[in-house]
């Protein structure tokens, strides 16, 4: 008979080297603004799925995709000297 055991041990064994690095971190600080300015872009495409768009919803939306290029550009500009990963220019 085989017997069930948890992997629970197997599991958490490896959570020290799961968590992330402090440039990791810092990587996702450096594109928390981006991250937000989508997820505004999202929420106001989000709120016209299930109507026809009013002109504010129109204003909405095209103000947020313009946070999304402004966003995108600025981190551009802060990471732009850095090497892509990969080797990507």
Do not use: K, S
Not at 15 to 20: K, L, S, V
Not at 60 to 81: F, S
């Amino acid at each position: 008979m085989d017997h069930i055991v948890t992997v629970q041990d197997a599991v958490t064994a490896f959570a020290d080297f799961m968590e992330p690095t402090d440039a990791e971190l810092d990587a996702i600080e450096q594109e928390m603004p981006l991250i937000l300015a989508r997820v505004d872009l999202l929420d106001a495409q989000i709120i016209t799925l299930d109507r026809t768009p009013t002109e504010l919803d129109t204003r909405r939306i095209r103000r947020a995709r313009r946070r999304v290029l402004v966003e995108g550009l600025a981190l551009v500009n802060r990471t732009g000297d850095v090497a892509a990963p990969g080797g990507v220019a």
